[in-house]
């Protein structure tokens, strides 16, 4: 089938200064395309822009800030604002707790990012897109949104509202011109695990030890093929592991002898 041409697109990714997003950044900027990258450390945003120069234009935001999102977004240059692909891609996980010693401002911290967040940014960017009747709005999702496990009580929950999200809007796009997918990868490794474990290093590598995860390339990977599939195909989900990642045997507490 005939790819679109990366040149003849223009992204705005969220959480661009690390992991999946500064990925997904080089891997567009790479092939010709325009990029706003977005995130809150102008230092790495500026690393973007001193790589590829003039594809890209950094911008430093805070999703969880409703105001300043729709400004920044209704306020982007030429050629930037005319946008076709929004990557929203910012999130995070915290902690491992259960549910009952969890903290409540992580928990609030990862709703307001996740869903908040994640919300703002599609509902700043979406008229446009629709108007222009071409467009395509990407997710980052997770298995946690359909799998389980202990300690991603919160974080699983709000993956979860992600992949329904991008089911409910692809209801309501489906011949707009807009397309809708959501990316959901299982074990990569970025910068994810430290900030889920506050800094700490060792605990976040020991998730990864003696395995071969994903990596935020990888994850690029499965963006561009969507984004640059033809228009009249639409990619609902892309769900992937690592090879030795797959699905844990139910969980069986047993009372002690």
Request: aromatic residues 8%; proline residues 5%; hydrophobic residues 45%.
């Amino acid at each position: 089938m005939a790819m679109l041409d990366p040149r003849s697109l223009t992204l705005i990714v969220t959480g661009a200064t690390s992991g999946i997003g500064a990925a997904t950044v080089r891997r567009f900027a790479s092939a010709g395309a325009r990029v706003v990258a977005v995130g809150r450390r102008a230092e790495r945003l500026d690393e973007l822009k001193a790589e590829f120069g003039d594809l890209i234009l950094p911008l430093v935001l805070d999703v969880r800030d409703e105001k300043a999102t729709f400004e920044a977004f209704s306020g982007l240059p030429a050629p930037f604002d005319g946008y076709n692909i929004v990557f929203a891609n910012a999130g995070l996980a915290m902690g491992l707790d259960p549910a009952h010693s969890a903290s409540l401002d992580d928990w609030r911290t990862m709703v307001e990012t996740n869903i908040s967040g994640m919300l703002y940014t599609v509902r700043a960017t979406l008229p446009a897109m629709v108007e222009r009747k071409e467009g395509h709005v990407v997710f980052t999702g997770s298995i946690a949104g359909d799998y389980s496990y202990p300690g991603a009580n919160v974080y699983g929950a709000t993956k979860a509202f992600v992949k329904q999200f991008s089911l409910n809007i692809w209801a309501d796009l489906a011949g707009s011109g807009v397309r809708v997918t959501n990316i959901e990868p299982g074990l990569t490794e970025t910068e994810f695990s430290v900030v889920r474990f506050a800094g700490d290093k060792g605990r976040a590598d020991s998730v990864y030890s003696g395995t071969e995860p994903m990596t935020g390339e990888d994850i690029a990977e499965q963006v561009f093929f969507a984004c640059t599939a033809p228009r009249h195909v639409n990619i609902n989900r892309i769900q992937s592991m690592a090879s030795q990642q797959g699905f844990g045997p139910l969980a069986l507490k047993r009372n002690p002898a």
